[in-house]
């Protein structure tokens, strides 16, 4: 009876290591690669797979997702015998999880070997100025010949990033210093311009201020102008009203009294103004009223 349970038991833990054995769980953006007997049998996709125990393995999860891959530092020499150090990183994902396990022996040395070889030979082609200038020529260009690489293995490179390009210490501070200068330089500039301008605005100004003066000048003197002209209009218009009328009475009385001085006898009537001017407006004003105050015979 114990036997038959010892029995019992063996076989029920058979089971279970076997249904253990068989069940596998695939996450999401993997692929599970089976191998039977060594061999590649199948691409299990994600959920709840099962294989054949002890007949078949899971030999690997390959994750599908976008990865990163840190490209070491190193040392390259450019174009003209500058030495500079260069680090990139580089994205990709497995398009085919098979070819990934099967066509390349280690992916991730051998990406970044080939990314190393690339970037010293575009870097050894171009001049420091230009690896400096060229971070988007030479990410496009290491791009293209990682993906036309990898594309075999099952793996497509979408973009490669130079995180850095370090010239040597010396060429570090040379170039800082012709950075400063230039800065130095278009500040100089730019205060030399600002007061050109400043100085083109301030004579722009003075010769604004000297045509208002000018023009202020100019009204006053029209104004004076005309203001004598009308002086010198009322004076003539005066001169004209009175001093010809008077001119013309001063003849008449010389007229006048040189024929008194011959005792000639004159009638002047009394509405002429040489009444007023030889005095005799009160006579002949007395003479007229005792004239109407004589009484009538």
Known sequence: MELGLVVWGIVALVVLITLSKSIVIIRQAEKGVVERFG???????PGLRFIIPFVDSLRARVDLREAVLDIEPQAVITKDNVGVTVDAVVYYYVTDAKAVKYEVANFYIAVSKLAQTNLRNLVGDMTLDETLGSRERINSALRSTLDEATDK??????????KEILPPKDITEAMSKQMKAEREKRATILEAEAYRQKQILQAEGDKQNAILIAEGDKQSAILRAEGEAKAIENVSTAARDYFVGNAQLLKQLEVTQASLQDNT???????????????????ILDAQDKTRRKPTL
């Open 265 to 283: 006898k004159l009638v002047i009537s009394d509405q002429s103004r040489l009444i007023n001017v030889l005095g005799l407006a009160e006579t």
């Open 153 to 162: 293995w099952g793996v497509k490179v979408t973009r490669v990033e130079v």
């Open 39 to 45: 061999r590649f049998k199948e691409l299990l996709d």
